[in-house]
Every structure is written in structure tokens, then in C-alpha cells.
């Protein structure tokens, strides 16, 4: 894998949530938290897909690594920590695949449609890949949360 690839990636990841982290109002001080957020994600994503791991398991991986990160730093941040495991995922999310699975529903409507079954099954194909990587991210915020929270005795 390249080095400067897996360093690009991070930083972009680092980007992304810092910026959704102001879209989601947190704190100019915590901005710093979010950006570190994003920036294991999409390292960890990458380095899995370097490996040869599909999107799925790659975000899931991902999403695993930064729950266990946010559970574990709890304590030296002031914000939420379902909003730290959310800002450092929304990155990962596959954009261009939903997109094209758009695309491709639209393009069913049209009257002259060419292929209808071929484009009905790649349509088909990017929706799967991003309700499953959906799925992989939510499911890798959760494990964390639940296995590490901490319990108030009654």
C-alpha cells in the first residue's frame, strides 16, 4: 500500500469530520476530537481495502476501531460520545454509490430505456452495497458502546 495514499486519506478524513462536526454544532475546542474521529476511520477503512478487504468489512472495521477509540477516551472530551462515533463515520459513508444507485432508478423511468433488466440489477447492486455498509458502519458504533459502557448500579 502506498504510504502518501493511506496519508491522503486520513488527512481527508480529518477534513470531513472536522466540517461535519460544525455542521452538527459542536464546539470549536472539540473540533480537534472530531477531525482525530475521522482520521482513524478512513486510515483504518483504507488500510483494510489495501489488504483486500470489501467496503463492508473494511467499514465495519473502521467503525469498530473508532467506537472502541471513543469509548475509551470518554472522559477528555466534553461532547457526546454518540456524536464523536457519528461525525468520525459519516466520511465512510458511500456517496458515489448511492448516487449511481439513484442514477440508475431514474434512468429506469425514462421512456427509452436500453438494457432495463442490466440497469435494474447494477441499480440493485450499488443499493445493496450501501445499505450493507450502512449497516457494517451502525453495527461497529454499536459493539463498543454496548460491551464497554459503563453500568450505574441501582
Not at 115 to 120: F, H, Q, R, V, W
Not at 123 to 135: D, E, K, S
Request: hydrophobic share 55%.
Amino acid at each position: 500500500m502506498n504510504p502518501y495514499f493511506l496519508l491522503h486519506q486520513t488527512l481527508c478524513g480529518a477534513i470531513a469530520a472536522a466540517g461535519f462536526g460544525v455542521l452538527f454544532n459542536i464546539g470549536f475546542r472539540s473540533l480537534p476530537w472530531c477531525a482525530a474521529s475521522g482520521a482513524v476511520a478512513l486510515a483504518v477503512r483504507t488500510y483494510c481495502l489495501g489488504l483486500g478487504w470489501n467496503l463492508e468489512a473494511a467499514s465495519f472495521a473502521a467503525a469498530l476501531t473508532v467506537g472502541a477509540a471513543v469509548q475509551v477516551l470518554r472522559a477528555r472530551t466534553d461532547i457526546s460520545q454518540n456524536a464523536l462515533d457519528v461525525v468520525g463515520c459519516i466520511p465512510m459513508v458511500p456517496g458515489s454509490f448511492a448516487a449511481k444507485a439513484i442514477l440508475g432508478m431514474f434512468a429506469l423511468t425514462s421512456a427509452s430505456t436500453m438494457d432495463a433488466s442490466e440497469t435494474l440489477i447494477t441499480a440493485v447492486q450499488y443499493a445493496l452495497r450501501v445499505t450493507f455498509t450502512i449497516g457494517a458502519i451502525g453495527t461497529g458504533l454499536a459493539i463498543p458502546t454496548l460491551l464497554l459502557r459503563v453500568r450505574v448500579n441501582r
